[in-house]
């Protein structure tokens, strides 16, 4: 028992055992459990905090469908398919904004940037345009381009207006599919027997399982590290801001990505959603922080986020002139490549990863946890998931992990574009 509140592990299976344990109930882990639920498997989520509390909570809630290669591409269109038609599959009903998306360039190499992805897209199928004024992003109410500007329109995507709704829907869809979430609950440790691992300890239990999923976010490495794992990836922060309500942005408005200022907007409860990426991001690990260490200690510095408004001040005024009502951040997963760690751990049977996010994490979760909850149920991975191994980057040292991972955020919107300036691998 946890106060008054039964013990939820108890009450549905005695939780001894699992078949599927994941570790972290963010969107994540959330997801990969349940559809390891739908797929008749007993399913315990063990969560150190409550459910969405850490990064998930806190996302832009957009979904992009351009993406830099054809395995993340079709994996961001799965999971808007899954949003969109989350209560069909899953149950329970989750609420999905359909404003679209444009993409713009400001200056002749994204214009060519864009161009290229425009090409490459729509070989993966994606609809995605050139946007003609004055019937593209002219007509929007908080952005205004200027004439020479090019914008692709992206009809497809997305965005969840409060990234919790996305949770609680995870949530309940995980409790009629009886996948059991167990919140308040640290995994303290990962047993290893005989080359596999059995199970989590957790502060208040054992749990055996033959499968042991982290999902743990930033923490990945830490709860990786308990059953003497690697993880690569490097935690870096990210932010952003709403402000007041304001008759500058119409909320049917779609979502607007300025490519060359590494800005995104977003009409948001009333006012205008401003994030991006900043050229110089602050890594944060958190296993140099104390253990009570969460994302509400995440320094925030919302002078990044008044640089980047700075940057499209022109043609999007309300996002530097409206009183910010809320600026929240986090901590992103950031691999050296940019694309998902997730599958199982080699030489270590019995341990998953699902992390790696990239700044994608919460709009690709309903497809990665589908394609993870596959992979584990039925043996086979998934067509083009090998790729995303945590064992593809051999022995990486720290030092050129972290540079590649800020590397990688800080080209978020133009990584090919960024590495041919720097030499970089794209
Ligand atoms: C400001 C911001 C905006 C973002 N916007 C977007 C966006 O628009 N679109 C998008 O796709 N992505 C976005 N992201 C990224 C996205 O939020 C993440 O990629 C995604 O939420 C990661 O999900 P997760 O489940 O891996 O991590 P989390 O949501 O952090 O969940 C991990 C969970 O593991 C738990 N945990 C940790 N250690 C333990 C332990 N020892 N025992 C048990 N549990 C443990 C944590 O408490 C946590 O709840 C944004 C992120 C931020 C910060």
Redesign the pocket.
């Known amino acids: 028992m946890t106060g008054t509140r039964p013990d939820p592990l108890i009450r549905h299976n005695g939780l001894v055992d699992a078949d599927v344990v994941v570790?972290?109930?963010?969107?994540?882990?959330?997801c990969t459990a349940l559809h390891c639920a739908m797929s008749g498997r007993s399913v315990a989520v063990?969560?150190?905090?409550?459910?969405?509390?850490?990064?998930?909570?806190?996302?832009?809630?957009?979904?992009?469908s351009v993406q830099a290669d054809e395995l993340r591409t079709r994996l961001a269109r799965c999971s808007i398919t899954k949003a969109v038609t989350f209560a069909d599959w899953a149950g329970t009903p989750l609420a999905v904004a359909r404003p679209g998306s444009f993409l713009i360039a400001r200056t002749v190499q994204h214009r060519e940037f864009l161009q290229r992805e425009l090409a490459q897209s729509r070989r993966w199928g994606v609809d995605v345009r050139e946007a003609v004024h004055p019937a593209g992003p002219a007509r929007l109410s908080y952005y205004h381009p200027a004439d020479h500007d090019y914008a692709l329109w992206c009809p497809e995507d997305v965005?969840i207006e409060e990234?919790f709704s996305l949770i609680q829907a995870c949530l309940a869809a995980c409790q009629r599919h009886g996948a059991v979430v167990a919140e308040n609950?640290?995994?303290?440790g990962i047993p290893v027997t005989a080359g596999r691992v059995t199970g989590v300890e957790?502060q208040r239990r054992s749990i055996t399982a033959p499968v042991v999923v982290d999902?743990?976010?930033?923490?990945?490495r830490?709860?990786a590290e308990?059953a003497g794992a690697r993880v690569p990836v490097a935690t870096v922060?990210?932010?952003?801001l709403i402000t007041e309500p304001t008759a500058q942005v119409d909320p049917a408005d779609p979502i607007v990505r300025v490519v060359d200022a590494a800005v995104?907007l977003r009409p948001a409860r009333g006012g205008l959603m401003v994030?991006g990426f900043e050229s110089d991001p602050l890594p944060v690990d958190p296993r140099h922080q104390p253990a009570s260490f969460?994302?509400a200690d995440v320094p925030l510095d919302v002078g990044v986020l008044e640089r980047l408004a700075g940057q499209v001040s022109v043609e999007a005024p309300a996002a530097s002139s409206i009183p910010v009502a809320e600026h929240?951040?986090?901590?992103?997963?950031m691999s050296a490549d940019g694309r998902f760690v997730a599958g199982p751990v080699p030489d270590l049977p019995g341990l998953w990863v699902?992390?790696g996010?990239?700044?994608?994490?919460?709009?690709?979760?309903l497809a990665l946890g589908e394609a993870l909850g596959t992979w584990i149920t039925s043996g086979t991975p998934p067509p083009g998931l090998s790729a995303l191994s945590p064992g593809r980057f051999g022995a990486l040292p720290d030092d050129a992990l972290l540079s590649r991972g800020l590397w990688q955020y800080a080209h978020y919107y133009d990584p090919v574009h960024g590495a041919a300036d720097s030499g970089q691998p794209a």
Not at 46 to 64: C, D, P
Not at 185 to 188: D, G, Q, S, T, Y
Request: proline fraction near 3%; include cysteine.
């Open positions: 570790i972290g109930a963010g969107a994540l882990g959330l063990v969560e150190r905090h409550t459910a969405g509390s850490q990064a998930s909570g806190r996302a832009a809630g957009l979904f992009k965005f990234p609950e640290p995994v303290i957790t999902a743990a976010g930033a923490w990945v830490h709860v308990l922060r990210h932010q952003l995104y994030g969460s994302t929240r951040g986090g901590l992103f997963t699902a992390s996010c990239n700044g994608s994490g919460f709009s690709s979760s």
